[in-house]
């Protein structure tokens, strides 16, 4: 041990003159409570509050002060009764006054180390020197008392004054409410120890009420100071390691507010009006400046407090303030209160209590009388006190909340004290040479390793940083009968390790039962993805999920698959329904209408030509590349049906086959036809020659050569893609998901579809132009005529298609406009080629059948002589 002392010389040397100076002061000071007994306990209250500017002490604290103090003193009692513990050992103690002042209580803690000082500088017959400034000799003074172990003290700062100098001494220390996260260093404060949890316990259990209450955006509001700050420290870390709570603003309320300063917090406080919630970690008079200032802006009910320890179940924060406290959640060590305490208390008069310095002091508070022999009370309209006052009966008494672990810290002591004694002094009674004198750091081994069932029944221990279990309950101020006065706090739940909270039993103002919303944004409905505000992890815009995408997960939305569309909220994908131009479908009526109409009048007319097969109209009209030209015609009629049929290989091969071919077949004729007319009239113009092929047999060899074109342009596509149905969800894609069909459909495109009609088309074309080169033919010469109007009208109606087809390839109706539109076309086309070629001569055969008969027939020659000069001469039709 010489070197840890050695090394302390020089600070024992610095340190002797605050001892004695301390001295002086506390004999111009109120003085302390002494109890003599061989072990001394040195104990620090705040008894007074922090006196105004000038002053060292103010007021009387009757609550944290005396009802502490007394606590002391009646567990050393309690101890010193026992005669199973310390058996022979009696406790003895010096009590000081801290007066809610830091380096006061510093000043005060030096008397504590006085004879260890002492004892460090003349105990060896060292000269080590202790002079006063010009080598006066110091004052030499009776022996302070050696003081084993001390409780104390009361607030976190002052704790750690005093911890700073107690540990250059090894002597240890047990508080029973500073709750300090930085005292859990014990690095730092290595012989501090604590019956109450350190703050970060009681910051994991706000954080998790915060949590279990749905809020995620909060205000921190803390008092200067150790206790303020550490709090809120601890809750914003752990807090920030747990997730999903954010801080919005975190404000600290100096030690020494100006004027305003208050409402200025308040002020600072609706710069974020959605965080509600306010964490505070202040002493009760800045609560209660933060209430008033919070009424004073009318805002009551508008913050959500959620108090630490030091409000508790306090109701001197609240008073007259309890409109503005209501819903208030607060939090306490889980604490009992000490039924032998009160009967202690409540029978300590001014006889029996002498050793209580203060205890005349605080009967005249509590009494509100004067003492005859006090000079504390000048007010001549205060009553006299007539010693008869008693607690509780003359003026309301309830146990201050710390009372419990104020013996819980004694009892550890004590129990501890006990244990090295068995092992220092083992079948010895009182105090044996291994003990005087005792050893800090031993003793603080043995304070580490208590375990004991304290007052209220609850295990007392220490962890290796001296901290005990975190044990708390919860509490909320809540209105009686819609009368916040006449409230009260009630428990709602309880935190050990885990939070357990009767979110059911929470009252609120508003709606009683519905807990109020403390968040920087509200939640996202159904097909919203939240859009993070950058820097701000609880902050987000809404997004809807628009259009065909769907909401993945709160931050994501996706595209649904092509053949999906989302369902009504945006939450997920559904199938697409898939569409079709159904036989019942209105689109389908019109085109079905007219190819039945043409499919029974091309039946009739092949019927009454087959029955009047060898008729001079039948004949005349050329009755193979007739029946020819009433196939196609049947097959343009037919297409239609196929063009409504639900698609599928087989349906899709049919279109393709004879979607061109009924066309092919049909202008293949009437090309024929026109060409042979005009190759005749043109060779009857140079000679009386015929002009070759213009048999019957020829003219259907020179159809179907170029009917065949198409089939086999048809065959090698079928042999190249073969045919098949297809869903396309492109189609009727529409901006709204809701009206999005698929569409069955065969893998035509519409180029494609087109190409089928192509070659017809360019046989149409061809048909005109010969139909236009044959115009001059006379009127009565064969067909010409009808077969030039017939291609006139049939270009304009595919004229009129075009635009039609391709200028609704982007509506929604797209399938049935453009089906409609085709089979529409295809029949009026072949209607104006029955109608104008067949229908004439089939009404002539059937209703005027004088005129099917044979006529005077005319040669080449004269069929030339026609043809050339401008005559007037009839002609006979040629055979």
């Not at 009764?81 to 310390?86: I, K, M, R, S």
């Not at 949890?197 to 009681?202: I, K, L, R, V």
């Not at 030690?255 to 406080?269: A, D, Y």
């Not at 020829?698 to 050569?705: C, D, G, N, R």
């Amino acid at each position: 041990m010489a070197r840890p002392r050695r090394a302390r010389e020089p600070l024992l040397v610095a340190l002797l003159p605050l001892a004695w100076l301390a001295q002086a002061g506390l004999a111009r000071a109120a003085g302390s409570v002494r109890l003599a007994g061989g072990l001394t306990l040195g104990g620090l209250f705040p008894v007074h509050a922090r006196g105004a500017a000038g002053r060292a002490c103010g007021p009387l604290k009757k609550e944290q002060g005396v009802h502490r103090l007394e606590a002391m003193l009646y567990a050393l009692d309690r101890v010193n009764a026992d005669p199973e513990l310390l058996p022979g050992v009696r406790l003895g103690a010096r009590l000081l006054d801290t007066c809610s002042r830091d380096t006061y209580a510093l000043e005060q803690a030096l008397s504590f180390v006085q004879a260890l000082i002492r004892g460090r500088g003349d105990g060896d017959g060292d000269e080590v020197g202790v002079r006063c400034p010009g080598g006066v000799p110091p004052l030499r003074t009776a022996p302070p008392e050696r003081v084993v172990a001390v409780v104390g003290a009361s607030a976190s700062s002052v704790s750690i004054m005093v911890a700073n100098v107690l540990r250059l001494f090894a002597i240890p220390q047990i508080s029973y409410a500073s709750t300090a996260p930085e005292l859990s260093d014990s690095t730092r404060y290595d012989f501090f120890s604590r019956v109450v949890p350190p703050d970060s316990y009681q910051a994991q259990a706000m954080v998790d009420i915060v949590r279990a209450l749905g809020w995620n955006y909060v205000s921190t509001l803390a008092s200067e100071g150790n206790y303020g700050e550490s709090g809120v420290e601890a809750f914003v870390q752990i807090s920030r390691e747990a997730g999903g709570v954010c801080i919005a603003q975190s404000i600290k309320i100096p030690r020494e507010p100006k004027p305003g300063e208050f409402s200025k917090v308040i002020r600072r406080l609706m710069e974020t009006p959605n965080a509600r919630g306010i964490i505070i970690f202040a002493n009760e008079d800045d609560i209660r400046r933060v209430l008033e200032a919070a009424r004073q802006a009318n805002l009551t009910g508008h913050f959500l407090w959620v108090g630490s320890d030091s409000w508790g179940a306090k109701t001197s924060p609240i008073l007259s303030l309890e409109d503005v406290a209501v819903g208030a959640i607060t939090i306490l060590p889980k604490r009992a209160s000490i039924d032998g305490f009160d009967q202690y208390f409540m029978t300590r008069s001014l006889e029996n209590n002498r050793r209580n310095i203060w205890f005349a002091e605080f009967w005249e508070e509590n009494f509100n009388c004067k003492l005859t022999s006090s000079g504390t009370q000048s007010d001549e309209s205060t009553r006299k006190c007539t010693g008869e006052e008693r607690i509780g009966r003359d003026s309301t008494y309830e146990q201050e909340g710390k009372v419990q672990f104020v013996i819980d810290a004694v009892y550890a002591i004590a129990h501890a004290l006990h244990s090295m004694h068995q092992a220092l002094c083992p079948g010895h009674t009182g105090l044996c040479p291994a003990m005087e004198p005792t050893d800090g750091r031993t003793l603080l081994q043995y304070i580490r390793a208590v375990r004991f069932n304290g007052s209220a029944g609850t295990p007392v221990m220490f962890n290796e940083n001296g901290d005990a279990p975190g044990r708390y309950d919860i509490f909320q101020y809540q209105a009686t009968n819609g009368s916040a006065s006449s409230g009260g706090y009630q428990a709602v739940g309880q935190w050990a390790e885990t939070l357990r909270l009767d979110v059911e039993a929470l009252q609120w103002s508003g709606d009683p039962h519905e807990v109020p919303s403390s968040l920087c944004s509200l939640p996202c409905g159904p097909g919203e993805r939240k859009k993070m505000v950058k820097g701000v992890p609880c902050c987000w815009h809404c997004e809807a999920c628009d259009g065909y995408r769907f909401q993945v997960d709160e931050f994501t939305c996706e595209a649904c698959p092509g053949d999906m569309r989302p369902t009504p909220n945006h939450t997920g994908c559904r199938p697409t329904p898939v569409v079709r131009l159904s036989w019942s479908s209105p689109w389908a009526a019109p085109p079905l209408l007219l190819a039945v109409l043409g499919i029974v009048a091309t039946t009739t007319v092949v019927a009454t030509f087959v029955r009047h097969n060898n008729t001079p109209i039948v004949r005349a009209s050329g009755r193979e590349l007739s029946y020819v030209l009433l196939t196609g015609i049947f097959l343009i009629y037919a297409i239609t049906f196929l063009m409504v049929a639900e698609p599928g290989a087989g349906v899709c091969a049919a279109r393709r086959l004879f979607l061109g071919l009924g066309t092919t077949l049909s202008y293949s004729a009437l090309l024929t036809k026109t060409n042979r007319i005009y190759r005749i009239f043109e060779q009857g113009k140079r000679s009386v020659t015929p002009p070759p092929f213009i048999s019957p047999t020829s003219q259907l060899v020179i159809t179907f050569s170029l009917t065949s074109l198409q089939v086999v342009g048809v065959i090698a596509w079928l042999g190249a893609r073969p045919p098949h149905s297809v869903i396309d969800y492109e189609e009727q894609r529409t901006v709204d998901p809701e009206q999005a069909r698929g569409v069955l459909k065969c893998d035509m495109s519409d180029l494609s579809l087109i190409g089928c009609l192509g070659y017809s088309l360019l046989l149409m074309v061809t048909c005109t132009v010969y139909a236009i080169k044959a115009r001059g033919v006379p009127e009565t010469f064969n067909e010409a005529k009808p077969i030039g109007f017939t291609m006139y009208t049939t270009c304009i109606i595919w004229l009129a298609f075009v635009p039609i087809f391709f200028g609704t390839a982007q509506s929604a109706e797209k399938i049935y406009i453009q089906t409609t539109t085709l089979t529409v076309s295809l029949s009026l086309s072949a209607s104006v080629s029955l109608g104008m070629l067949y229908i004439p001569k089939t009404y002539v055969i059937l209703f005027h059948p004088e005129q099917n008969v044979q006529k005077r027939k005319r040669s080449l020659k004269a069929t030339s002589t026609v043809a050339a000069p401008p005559k007037g001469e009839d002609a006979e039709d040629h055979k």
